[in-house]
């Protein structure tokens, strides 16, 4: 690689960096930038997934619940924007069975208000059933 490849690469690699760095943190006291709401129905339970006002919900990297047993939940909706780039409407998953409270970690992909770049987000999950 001549000097001016590298030189190129490393400028790459800088400009990659800074536009991946982490988000800055949440106030305090701000809400959440995600809700999870539980259905129990007759054989299941239905998870939806719920975005603070303002903020959206990447449909390009579907959201997902890590569960403590080590299964993994994809939340999705047919409904996107025009560009397919965020949810339309509020993603949701089924969880068979029933328990009396839902943990895991949940990993999605947001963007706030007034941001260029969605961040990702990793909330731990402890909700009690209905």
Known sequence: MTGTAAVRWAALGLTLAAACRAAPARKPGAPEPLAMQIEPRSEEMRLTL?????????????PALELP???????????????????????AATLPGHRRVVRGTLRASVCAPGEQVCRSVALAVVAEVP
């Open 50 to 62: 719920v975005a603070a006002p303002g903020y959206e919900i990447n449909a390009r990297l579907k």
């Open 69 to 91: 047993e080590g299964k993994l939940l994809r939340f999705d909706t047919a409904r996107l924007t025009p560009d397919s780039a965020y949810f339309a409407e509020p993603p």
